[in-house]
């Protein structure tokens, strides 16, 4: 199962793709997540990328599709991915198509998580992760189940990105709209595209992405 999850930032993508993960034993490939261990690790990528990233645009196409390329050939993605934050552009699905069809592969199922825009700043600005897991969490809607410990590993410590600001999530809005959200038609004019309600509580969001993923063939 290759499975991609859009919306904008802020939908839940990274939240639902780690419960998708452990589920469905699929591993969550999220661009977002390379290109900031690029930036902590001071790599010629990360250097290239970080300027970017903290004012809210887009990395270049070359740089996300070379790590995806390199990502998708190892052993654990054989049995399937989910694509988290990839891809953003057109050209990006597009590279992403041709990188596929070297194996006779294609996505199977692509799913929209739709939110309202207006309730995004909120959700983004009080996001938090465990910085051990990863596992995500929320000032408001998801705060662990003891204060102050991951409910996932038990880490005591956490992080919250740089980029999640009012004034950078305006640009990433931006980008969202203007180059992001043209991968819908073109994923619905193959008939792969599914939508779930990404206003819905957590745990319904994933309902509906189950059955979304149940409802696809495999290849
Ligand atoms: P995310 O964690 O998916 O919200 O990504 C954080 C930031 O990383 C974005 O605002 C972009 O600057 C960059 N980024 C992540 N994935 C991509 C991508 N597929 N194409 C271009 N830039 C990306």
Do not use: W
Request: aromatic share 4%.
């Amino acid at each position: 199962m290759k499975l991609i999850l859009l919306g904008p930032p802020g939908a839940g993508k990274g939240t639902q793709a780690k419960r998708i993960e452990r589920d469905y034993g699929l591993v969550q490939l999220s661009t977002g997540d390379m290109l900031r261990a690029a930036v902590a690790a001071g790599t010629e990528v990360g250097r290239q990328a970080g300027e970017v990233m903290a004012a809210g645009r887009l990395v270049p196409d070359e740089i996300v599709v070379s790590i995806i390329g390199e990502r998708i050939v190892l052993p654990d993605c054989a049995k399937g991915f989910i694509l988290d934050g990839f891809p953003r552009t057109v050209a990006q699905a597009e590279s992403l198509d041709r990188l596929l069809a070297e194996k006779e592969r294609r996505i199977d199922r692509v799913i929209e998580i739709a939110v309202d825009v207006a309730a995004l700043v909120e959700r983004i600005s009080g996001r938090f992760s465990c910085t051990r897991c990863g596992a995500a969490y929320h000032d408001r809607f998801n705060r662990p189940q003891v204060e102050g410990v991951c409910d996932v590993c038990g880490g005591a410590e956490f992080t919250r990105r740089q980029d999640d600001n009012a004034d950078t999530v305006a640009a990433r809005l931006k980008a969202y709209r203007e180059e992001t959200a043209p991968l819908l038609p073109y994923y619905a004019a193959r008939g792969v595209l599914r939508s779930v309600d990404g206003m819905a509580d957590i745990d319904e969001v994933t309902r509906q992405l189950r059955s979304a993923i149940d409802g696809s063939g495999d290849n």
